[in-house]
């Protein structure tokens, strides 16, 4: 039996700064990297190596994510890690980002995720570890980026969850929530409109929050913020009324 470790949105961003980490771990025989442009992955496996194995689908397709339970019984696989990075955001006022975004942005950033953690589970065993990028987005709702916020939002609470009732099988869950980073994710979000995001505040790269995500999930913690400025956010967001914290919000915008 084979150690796997699964990355989504591995081909770009923070996804792809946990490839590079994992890439050092000698316990791991692949590292089976998702997204859906091959060939940015083939580029990968060449540039890193055949220990990469490219599984090019879009998470947004449950059936996609589905098919994948034949192909890690045929690879006889235990995976010691799932990260599931892949994800985007729209900025914009709700009409201006629309149905199509914003039910795409629900399938992928919730539903592709929870569907593929189902999957892995059962391929997992003690030690095993889910690491699901959420968000700083997540700590309180944010006007004009409300779906985004929203799936965050659900990704940070169910990883909780299911890090409890993992727990008996030994299995950690850990929610990362970054602040702003320096990745593609920003030019895919912004919009051609008046209420799109452009106030980046405290932006870092995403190396520093990879590696720290990685450190915390391996000491099971089930939460995971990088810089003093997240971590001071998610306090107040626990201290101040919603409604204030979105004033601050749009004030921050100049909105
Ligand atoms: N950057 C930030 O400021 C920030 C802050 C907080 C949280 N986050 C979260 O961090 C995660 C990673 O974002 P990032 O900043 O690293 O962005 P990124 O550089 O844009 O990377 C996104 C990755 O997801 C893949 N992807 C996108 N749609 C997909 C789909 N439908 N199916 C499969 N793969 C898909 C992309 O590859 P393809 O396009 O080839 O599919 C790419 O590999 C996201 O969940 C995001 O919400 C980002």
Known sequence: MKNIAIVTGASSGIGREFVKLLLKRTEIDEIWIIARNADRLQSMVAEFGDKLKSVP????????IKSLTDTLKNADAKINFLINSAGFGKFGSCSDVGIDESVNMINLNISGLVAM????????????????????????????LNVYSATKAFVRNYSRALNVELKERGITVTAVCPGWMNTAFIDRGKTDTAKSVNKFVNMVTPDVVAEKALRDSLRGRDISTYSLYVKFNRLIAKLLPQRLLMKIWLRQQRW
Do not use: H, K, T, W
């Open 57 to 64: 689908m879009d998470m947004s397709n449950i059936e996609q």
């Open 117 to 144: 953690g189902l999957v892995c589970v059962p391929f997992m065993a003690r030690g095993s570890r889910i690491i699901n990028i959420a968000s700083q987005a997540s700590f309180q709702p944010l006007p004009y």
